[in-house]
Every structure is written in structure tokens, then in C-alpha cells.
């Protein structure tokens, strides 16, 4: 029910000129940033590298339609990885190794630098790229635009065309509720991604043990073998040298 009255105030002001730049955009698509979140760890398997793909994949493909395009890394691996093709396009790096467990905050100020960057002008359309947990082992990398806000089909009509009246003005409230918003976004995925991390480190180590296990097998039957081969052909040349004799 919260997520659709957004929705219906959102969707009331949106075509107006007084809506909140964050809630109307800039009019323009020109300058894009790609919010990528990313752990700060590996040893996970492919999670990192799948956001990354993604990212870079929507960067080549605005590039080449004639866009400008700018990184904000959340996370170590996802920076370490976008530096090769992009060093000069990366704007920001969230560092969160020293954080032990994830907070409001933290999203909160990531969301404080995103929006000081829209407000100086630094991009038109904002896109945040995260992995979505579906179980241990399945994480989905996706994409997601946080500015300005896309609302599914049919939010705005979910109150059965109930019209309500705001105090303060709709304008007002959003100006407040949009940042926050907005630092929401930035937690799920930051939340979504502590999960799907965690699930794609378990696979990971239990495929590497179960490797390691077939690994040694292997090797000791091959020990073994060689051993074997070894005490048998000292027999033969211990019999043959007493025979010749």
C-alpha cells in the first residue's frame, strides 16, 4: 500500500515544472552515471564479474549511441575491475571493508554523494547495478534506474483512482521523501548483494572442496600406482640378478 500512494504522489507531479528535479530529471539522457555495487571481497565465483559484465555492457552500448558515461564503485572487486577499460571515468570509490555490518547510514551517505553529483549537473540519468538474491545458488545481476525514479506500469492507478489530499504540498513532501528514497534503493541492493555474496562464496568453496577432494583422490591413486610399479620392478631385478647368478 506504501509503495503504490508513492507511486500516486509521484505520478502527480511528475509532468509539472515544480515536481523535484530528482522526481522529473534534467530533461536530458546525455550524461549517464552507472552506479555499480560490487563486494568487497572474492573467492565468490563469478558474482563480482557478472555485475561488472553488466555495467560494461551498458556503458560500451550508451558510448556508442553517443553518450557520456561515468562510474561510482561500491565495493573493491567491481573497482578493481572497471580501472582496466575505464580509469578516467570512474568519479567515486565507497570503500566498505571496514564496515561490519551494513546500516541505513551507509546507504544513506552514498545516496548524499550521488545526489551532490546531480545537483552540480555531473549526470542527467543515474542507473544502479547490483545482483538480486534469488537462492544460494542463483544471484541475478541487475539493473535498476534510481534517477530519475521509473515506477512500474499501473503504480499510480493501484488506489483505484483514490485522490488524496496532502499536507504540505505534494512538491514539499517528495523534496523530503526522494533522497530517502533514494538511500533505500541504495540499501536494498547493498543488502541484496551481502546475500547474494554470501550464497555465491558458499557454492564456490563447497565446489572447491568437492574439487580439492577429487583432486587428492586422484593423486593418491596415482602415488599408489607408481609406488607400486616401483617395488615391482626392484622384485624383477632382484629375481633376475639371483637367477643369473
Known amino acids: 500500500m506504501r509503495r503504490a500512494w508513492t507511486g500516486n504522489i509521484a505520478a502527480s507531479v511528475a509532468g509539472l515544472d515544480t515536481a523535484p528535479r530528482l522526481l522529473r530529471g534534467s530533461g536530458s539522457d546525455q550524461k549517464h552515471l552507472l552506479l555499480v555495487c560490487t563486494a568487497e571481497r572474492g573467492l565468490c565465483g563469478p558474482f563480482n564479474t557478472a555485475i561488472v559484465r553488466l555495467a560494461r555492457e551498458r556503458a560500451f552500448a550508451l558510448t556508442a549511441e553517443g553518450k557520456e558515461v561515468k562510474f ?12 582496466r ?28 554523494k550521488i545526489i551532490a553529483l546531480y545537483d552540480k549537473f555531473e549526470f ?8 538480486r538474491f534469488r537462492s544460494v545458488i542463483a544471484q541475478i545481476p541487475t539493473a535498476q534506474q534510481i534517477i530519475p525514479p521509473v515506477f512500474d506500469a499501473g503504480t499510480a492507478n493501484a488506489l483505484n483512482g483514490a485522490v488524496y489530499e496532502f499536507e504540505p504540498d ?31 562464496q558458499m557454492s564456490a568453496m563447497d565446489n572447491a572442496t568437492r574439487n580439492a577432494g577429487d583432486m587428492i583422490r586422484k593423486q593418491t591413486l596415482t602415488y599408489n600406482r ?18 643369473a647368478l
Open 170 to 200: 505534494a512538491e514539499d513532501i517528495l523534496q523530503e521523501l526522494l533522497p530517502r528514497n533514494l538511500a533505500v534503493q541504495i540499501l536494498r541492493a547493498l543488502l541484496e548483494n551481502a546475500a547474494s555474496f554470501y550464497g555465491a
Open 226 to 243: 607408481t609406488r607400486q610399479a616401483m617395488i615391482t620392478k626392484e622384485l624383477i631385478e632382484i629375481i633376475s640378478g639371483a637367477e
Open 72 to 83: 561510482f564503485c561500491v565495493g573493491r572487486k567491481g573497482y578493481d575491475q572497471i580501472r
Open 124 to 131: 542527467d540519468v543515474c542507473t544502479l547495478f547490483y545482483s
Open 85 to 112: 577499460q575505464f580509469p578516467t571515468q570512474i568519479v567515486e570509490l565507497v570503500d566498505l571493508r571496514s564496515v561490519r555490518a551494513l546500516h541505513f547510514e551507509n546507504a544513506e551517505q552514498i545516496a548524499q
